[in-house]
């Protein structure tokens, strides 16, 4: 871009507001992106891909890292409990509280995230995660453990709170279904690797080694995240100039249609026009601006150096502020239906497969990890091919159709071929990405009952496994989708505390499931109690078909959330 082709900043009073293009940016695509970039350098959707997929990456593992040191041990519970002199049962209980735990951490870390900045907040998280890990490794009693256990668990939570927040700070509408399903299938195939690693490492080591690799692994990423994880919070201005452009409900941050400004649709080639206040943007192919070295290290400080003296803390940003989300349908049904479907198709069988698989087909540490682990891990990475991506093509035909219509309907009623205001018309519903999950619905049952049955009549422990397949090639679909929803598409500047609803859903459901599966297994008949986990799954799914119907009209009735 020649200087002279450069555009300037919007003469507006608000700080915030300066920081606008005078043009709506678009993408290679030739459509306008959603949400629209700033021009400043600060920005994280101005880093450069390759940055962006670094950060990604980053995340994704300290999240692996979160999953995988709380489900590790589920492989060695025989022999640990052996060395403690407790039932097999009871040595699933350190990994229950390690769960429970993980649900509370976000209370404190998002709200603290969401005012200093995501990278303090992930450096302290790992810190935790490794003295934790030594500590477990430590232990000389069974209540010790179970004490550095729950501090492992909350204090390595933050990660899978605030990963999802990242995504949708560095990604754009169109991007963020594959992104985030990069972000959940590491998250979620850290506790599925566990058991594999686990298992391995507690038949040549001991069962302790399984914590101290979780130590060694917690201080590899603290290193590597000291240098290459840069902060991704930013302050961004309300455009309200994008509900005119492509009328868009997923970033649209106020319900008053009293303002209305027109745009004009010019050819994307055009030169980027100066301008003031709400006239008519031109629309310009992006370019981003360089991230230079003094970028950089400012987004490498220990706190957000730019946060802005309005971002500050409150007490009921503690629990009361993050949970309040529940009220909207858009979160709390998505939240309820991913817990219950996530802790029947991922948690439970990493809670029982041990004990149920040494009972009845007499396998050791080594094969219960490879039967717990190798099916969650291909049935998760299965499951990504068919949600992420999918949903980004999803949406970028839906942003696609909107925009021809808009501009189809303003040609006919003679304003001109390209001008006119293109509001409702262009309308991109967040509930089109919903219509992925389908598969997901379908096939998290059909698991259940495969695993229940074939467990109950031991049948070839080929059997069994195929059904967890099943079923975690179901959840990743389910989590992705969700995720992408309600974080990414429906309340972009609440994603941190709609995250940690997810969080605390999937986390306390997650809680219950040692306590009561085996043993209401036992009683009633594997295949009954998994008929009863499956209709659970299928009535918790009803709330969200409602969304795709309503979700909307419930959105827009219930306003925006108020920003930190």
């Known amino acids: 871009m020649n200087p002279q082709d450069e555009p300037k900043v919007i003469e507006e009073s608000n700080t915030l507001d300066k920081l606008r293009y005078p043009t709506i940016q678009l993408d290679s695509a030739g459509l306008p992106l959603i949400p629209q970039p700033t021009t400043s350098p600060y920005d994280p959707l101005n880093y450069p891909n390759w940055f962006k997929y670094i950060i990604l990456a980053l995340v994704s593992l300290l999240a692996f890292s979160a999953t995988l040191n709380v489900a590790i041990i589920n492989p060695a519970v025989v022999p640990l409990s052996a060395e403690f002199s407790i039932a097999h049962v009871t040595g699933t209980y350190q990994t229950t509280i390690a769960i429970g735990t993980n649900a509370l951490g976000p209370l404190l870390f998002t709200p603290l995230a969401n005012i200093y900045g995501r990278r303090p907040i992930y450096l302290i998280s790992v ?6 890990a030594l500590g477990s490794a430590c232990a000389k009693s069974y209540g010790t453990l179970i004490l550095a256990r729950a501090i492992l668990g909350f204090g390595s939570s933050a990660p899978l709170a605030l990963g999802a927040g990242t995504v949708v700070d560095l990604f754009y509408v169109h991007q963020r279904g594959k992104a985030m399903g990069v972000f959940t299938l590491m998250m979620t195939n850290g506790g599925h690797l566990a058991p594999i690693v686990g298992g391995y490492v507690a038949r040549d080591r001991g069962w302790r080694w399984c914590f101290w690799t979780g130590a060694i692994l917690n201080g590899i990423l603290f290193v590597i995240c000291l240098f290459l994880m840069p902060e991704t919070l930013f302050d961004r ?8 452009a492509i009328s868009d409900p997923l970033t649209s941050e106020s319900n008053d249609d009293d303002e209305k400004p027109t745009v004009q649709m010019v050819d994307k080639s055009s030169k980027p026009v100066s301008i003031s206040g709400q006239g008519r943007p031109h629309y310009v192919p992006y370019q981003p601006p360089p991230l230079t070295l003094n970028t950089y290290l400012n987004r490498l400080w220990f706190w957000d150096l730019e946060r802005p003296l309005t971002r500050k803390l409150k007490p009921t940003d503690f629990a009361i502020k993050p949970l309040s989300m529940l009220k909207y349908p858009s979160v709390v049904f998505p939240a309820l239906y991913y817990a219950v479907t996530y802790g029947f198709a991922s948690i439970e069988p990493a809670l029982t497969v041990a004990t149920i698989f040494t009972d009845l087909y007499g396998f050791d540490t080594v094969r219960n990890g490879l039967a717990n682990g190798l099916t969650l891990l291909i049935g998760a990475s299965l499951g990504e091919l068919f949600s992420g991506p999918v949903t980004d093509w999803m949406m970028q035909k839906a ?31 967040a509930e089109v990405r919903l219509q992925g ?3 997901g619905a379908i096939t998290v049952p059909v698991g259940l009952l495969i695993y229940g049955v074939t467990v109950h009549y031991k049948t070839t422990f080929i059997a069994p496994c195929i059904g967890m397949t099943i079923a975690c090639f179901g959840i990743q679909i389910v989590t992705s989708v969700l995720y992408s929803y309600s974080c990414g598409d429906c309340y972009r500047e609440r994603s941190n505390d709609i995250s940690q609803c ?30 009863f986990f499956l209709l659970l799954c299928v009535v918790t799914f009803l709330p969200i078909v409602t969304l795709m119907f309503y979700g909307e009209k419930w959105r827009k009735r219930l306003g925006q959330p108020k920003a930190y």
């Open 127 to 132: 810190l935790i995660g490794f003295a934790s």
């Open 237 to 244: 201005p309300r455009d309200t100039r994008m509900r005119a």
């Open 399 to 429: 942003r696609a159709r909107a925009l021809r219509r808009a501009r189809g309907k303003n040609v006919g009623e003679g304003e001109g071929e390209g001008e006119g205001d293109v509001d409702e018309e262009a309308t991109i519903p």
């Open 437 to 439: 999950i389908w598969t």
């Open 502 to 531: 997810f969080n605390f859903f999937r986390q306390g459901f997650g809680l219950t499931l040692g306590f009561y599966s085996i043993p209401f297994g036992e009683k009633v008949g594997y295949q009954w109690s998994f008929t």
